[in-house]
């Protein structure tokens, strides 16, 4: 088994684009209406939103590959890019996505461990999250990798106005 993370770059926008319908739909179409999940896809996984996501600096985005197979990505933040405004000293895990077929197989632990090395090296205080009040599993995940939770926020899904809770996890 060999795993492999490789930062994106704006060649990789129709990959990413893909990459990113096919996992948030995998994820979380079943718990949405059909009208309120294309809603979102449209907006938040346009070329134009991604290419904007790609070419922010305080952005960056990373393939993982698992045996030579593209797997999940995973999308972090900081300073202004991030979505809520937690502070300059903390980055923000924004994405993590698998492909079904990959999970189980390590590679969200192993894009989280990225994401905290990432932090580490720019000097960040915390690491924060975002999850889905429902998404238990994820949450317990979250949980066994030391982070808390700090707050909440909503997440509009077309017209589904549902809750996140923000997770951090402090590095020093």
């Not at 994820?27 to 896809?41: I, Q, S, V």
């Not at 900081?78 to 924004?94: F, K, N, R, T």
């Not at 999250?129 to 429902?134: A, D, H, I, P, Q």
């Amino acid at each position: 088994m060999t795993i492999e993370i490789k930062k994106c770059t704006l060649d990789d926008l129709k990959t990413l684009h893909n990459l990113s319908v096919e996992t948030y739909t995998d994820t979380f179409g079943e718990y949405n209406t059909e009208a309120d999940l294309n809603d979102y896809l449209d907006k938040a996984y346009n070329n134009a939103e991604l290419k904007k996501e790609l070419t922010n600096i305080n952005s960056m985005f990373y393939f993982a590959f698992y045996d030579g197979k593209l797997a999940g990505y995973l999308k972090l933040n900081v300073l202004d890019a991030q979505s809520e405004s937690i502070g300059d000293e903390s980055l923000e895990i924004e994405r993590i996505y698998i492909r079904k077929q990959f999970k189980r197989l390590g590679l969200g632990t192993k894009l989280l461990n990225f994401g905290i090395a990432k932090a580490e090296e720019l000097n960040k205080q915390s690491v924060w999250l975002g999850v889905w009040e429902n998404n238990f599993p994820a949450q317990k995940f979250y949980q066994k990798m030391d982070f808390v939770r700090y707050s909440e926020h909503k997440f509009i899904m077309g017209e589904s106005v549902q809750t996140d809770y923000i997770l951090k996890k402090e590095l020093r």
